[in-house]
C-alpha cells in the first residue's frame, strides 16, 4: 500500500454500477420477522418491514435460502432451487416482494447455493437409487479406499473428526459432502449439472432479482484425482482448502450469464479461503465475481493493528488489481461482532464493568469503519442494533455448526412477544431472543435519536449525500497509536475518518499532504458516534473520544 489512491478517485452519484455505491443488508429469513405467527420468520414478515429497511436507508437486501429444504443446515441444503418451502410463503410473495421493494428502491439478491443440494433432493435420490442411474453422475462417487475406508482425508465442515464421505450400502460406494451427510456436493465437471444450475440462475434473474449470493462458490471446481489433503493441514475441513484453476472457467460462464441480463445485475461469492490473495483472484480480470465476501474482517479482534492489516491486505489484494472490496462484520455463520469483541476483551483481562460501559461505545464505532472503509459495505440483520449472541439453553441447540446463536428472532419491538406474533406458537419463536430486548429492538431505538439505530441511518444517509465516502479514493493519515486515520477523497471533496480502538480520548489533527497540522477548523463533523447528532456540522475540535469515530468533511481546496 503506497498511500495512493486505491479505488476510483473520481466523485459523483454516477459512478460505475449500482453495487459499488449500495449498502447491502442481510437477512436470514427464518429469524428477521415473522407473518404468520407460527414462530419462524418468512416472506411475509419481510414484506412487512421493508419500509423498516428503507427507513434505515440500505439499498440492497441479500435474503438467504427459503427454498424447500428439510432444513438440516436450515436451508442451504435445497430440495427444490426454483420454488419457495411452505414455511416461508409462496413464489407469488417472493414476486410480490419483489416488487414492493423495487418500488420502496431496494434491490433484492438471492442465495444460490451451487457446491450442493439435499439428499432429499429428487436429483440425489435418483443418483442415489442405482450405479446406472441418470443421475448418478451428478455427484461425485468413488469406490472405498484402499482399506474399505473414504476415498480420501478430506474432513466435513462442521464435524472435522468425521469424514467429507459417506458410504452408501445400496450402490456400494462413497458420495462427497464437504459439509454434512445431508449436503451432497454436486459433480460440476458433469455438463447437465452446470447447465441445470445456469437454468437455476436464470429462474431468479427472471424473475427480477438484481443479484446473486453464490454459496462456498470456490468449492465448485475440484481437483478430478481427489487427492489427499497433505498432512500439515489433517483437520482443516476441505471447504476452507479447495481452491482450483477449473473453477475460474465456471465463474467465467456464469459471469456472462449474469451480465447478459440488463440493469446491473451482480454476483457476490462467498469464497471462504482466508487468504485476502487468493480470494482476490475469483473476481478474476473483471471477468468472474462482480464483488467477493472479505472474511478476514469479520474474524478480526477489535484492535487497531489488526484492522490496520485487514485494510493494508485488502488494498494491496483486492484494490491493487483494480477489484472492489467488500466488509462485514457479522453474518449468519460467526458469532456477532460486539460478542466477538465483548469476549475478546474479556480474555485481555477486560472486566465486566468496563465491558458494559466500552461495548456499545466499541459497536458505534465499528459501524463508522464498516460504512466508511473503501468498498461495498453488507450489514447482519440485528447489528444496527447492537444486538448481542442468544444463550442457547442446553437442549434447544439446533444447527450442526453450533450457530444459532447469532441467528436468534430479532425484536421489533418493546412488547413481551417482541413483534413475533405468538398465537399460534406456544413455544415462542424458534429460537430465543438475544439478550437485552426490551430496548435492543428496532421501536425503542427508532424512537431516540442518541440509538445505534439512528447512527447507522445516519452513516448511510452522509454515504447518499457525500458519494465520495463510497466511491472516493482512499490514503492513510498519520494518527496516534490505536486510532486509525484515513482519507476518502474526490476531487470535490475530502473526508476524513478517525477511529479510537482504545478507551482513553485521543487528539488528532486532521493532518495531510495538503494539510498542515492543526488546521483543523474547517473540518466539519459529518457524523461522530459519540455525539447522538450532537455536534454534527459543527466544527472538529481535535478530540476523539474514547471508544470515538468520527467522519470529518470539507470541500476539496
Ligand atoms: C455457507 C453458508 C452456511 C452454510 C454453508 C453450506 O458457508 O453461509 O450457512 O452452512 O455454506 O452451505
Redo the contacts with the bound molecule.
Keep these: 500500500m503506497d498511500g495512493a489512491d486505491g479505488v476510483d478517485g473520481a466523485d459523483g452519484a454516477d459512478d460505475g454500477p449500482w453495487w459499488k455505491r449500495a449498502v447491502f443488508y442481510q437477512i436470514y429469513p427464518r429469524s428477521f420477522a415473522d407473518g404468520d405467527g407460527d414462530g419462524t420468520g418468512d416472506l411475509g414478515g419481510i414484506r412487512a418491514h421493508l419500509a423498516d429497511l428503507a427507513w434505515l436507508g440500505v439499498d440492497a437486501l441479500w435474503i438467504?435460502p427459503f427454498y424447500p429444504s428439510p432444513m438440516v443446515?436450515?436451508g442451504?441444503?435445497v430440495s427444490d432451487y426454483c420454488s419457495v418451502d411452505p414455511l416461508f410463503g409462496t413464489i407469488e410473495e417472493f414476486d410480490a416482494l419483489v416488487d414492493e421493494a423495487h418500488r420502496l428502491g431496494l434491490r433484492v439478491v438471492v442465495d444460490w447455493?451451487p457446491?450442493?443440494t439435499s439428499d432429499r433432493h429428487p436429483w440425489f435420490v435418483d443418483a442415489a437409487s442405482g450405479r446406472g442411474s441418470r443421475h448418478r453422475d451428478w455427484y461425485v462417487w468413488r469406490d472405498p479406499g484402499p482399506l474399505g475406508g473414504p476415498p480420501n482425508n478430506w474432513v466435513s465442515?462442521f464435524d472435522p473428526s468425521a469424514p467429507a464421505w459417506t458410504y452408501d450400502r445400496t450402490t456400494g460406494q462413497w458420495y462427497l459432502h464437504l459439509?454434512t451427510p445431508s449436503?451432497p456436493d454436486l459433480n460440476w465437471d458433469e455438463p447437465r449439472v452446470v447447465a441445470a444450475m445456469h437454468d437455476v440462475l436464470r429462474f431468479w434473474l427472471d424473475r427480477g432479482v438484481d443479484g446473486i449470493r453464490a454459496?462456498?462458490v470456490h468449492c465448485i471446481g475440484k481437483d478430478p484425482a481427489l487427492p489427499d489433503d497433505p498432512p500439515e493441514v489433517a483437520g482443516v475441513p476441505h471447504a476452507v482448502l479447495n481452491d482450483e484453476a477449473v473453477t475460474h472457467d465456471r465463474l467465467r460462464s456464469i459471469r456472462r450469464l449474469v451480465d447478459a441480463y440488463p440493469g446491473d445485475r451482480m454476483m457476490v461469492g462467498?469464497v471462504?479461503l482466508l487468504s485476502t490473495e487468493a480470494v482476490a483472484t475469483y473476481y478474476g480480470e473483471g471477468d468472474e465475481l462482480h464483488l467477493a465476501f472479505n472474511f478476514p474482517p469479520l474474524l478480526a479482534p477489535w484492535w487497531e493493528p489488526s484492522w490496520r492489516r485487514c485494510v493494508e491486505d485488502t488494498m494491496d489484494a483486492v484494490a491493487g488489481r483494480g477489484a472492489w472490496p467488500t466488509w462485514v462484520l457479522s453474518?449468519?455463520?460467526n458469532p456477532r461482532h460486539r460478542t466477538r469483541y465483548d469476549s475478546n476483551a474479556a480474555r485481555h483481562g477486560e472486566d465486566a464493568a468496563t465491558r458494559a460501559r466500552r461495548s456499545e461505545a466499541r459497536a458505534r464505532a465499528a459501524a463508522v469503519l464498516l460504512l466508511t472503509l473503501p468498498g461495498t459495505p453488507f450489514l447482519y440483520q440485528g447489528e444496527e442494533l447492537g444486538l448481542t449472541d442468544a444463550t442457547i439453553p442446553p437442549g434447544r441447540e439446533l444447527d450442526p455448526?453450533g450457530?444459532d446463536g447469532c441467528r436468534a428472532p430479532i425484536p421489533w419491538d418493546a412488547t413481551p412477544d417482541h413483534g413475533w406474533p405468538r398465537a399460534s406458537a406456544p413455544d415462542g419463536p424458534w429460537l430465543p431472543f438475544p439478550p437485552e430486548p426490551g430496548t435492543r429492538n428496532h421501536a425503542t431505538q427508532r424512537a431516540d435519536p442518541g440509538s445505534l439505530l439512528h447512527l447507522y441511518r445516519r452513516i448511510i444517509a452522509l454515504r447518499r449525500q457525500v458519494a465520495t465516502l463510497s466511491t472516493g479514493g482512499f490514503a492513510w493519515a498519520e494518527s496516534p497509536p490505536g486510532v486509525l486515520a484515513f482519507h476518502r477523497r474526490s476531487r470535490e471533496n475530502d473526508c476524513f475518518v478517525l477511529v479510537n480502538f482504545t478507551g482513553e480520548a485521543a487528539t488528532v489533527a486532521p493532518a495531510g499532504d495538503d494539510d498542515p497540522a492543526g488546521n483543523w477548523a474547517s473540518w466539519k463533523v459529518g457524523v461522530a458516534s459519540h455525539g447522538e447528532g450532537e455536534g454534527e456540522g459543527a466544527p472538529y475540535d481535535g478530540t476523539l473520544a474514547p471508544d470515538g469515530a468520527v467522519v470529518l468533511l470539507r470541500p476539496r481546496p
Aim: charged content about 30%.
Design positions: 438467504s443446515d436450515f442451504y441444503d447455493v457446491n450442493h465442515a459439509f449436503q454459496d462456498v462467498e471462504y453474518n449468519h455463520d455448526g450457530r
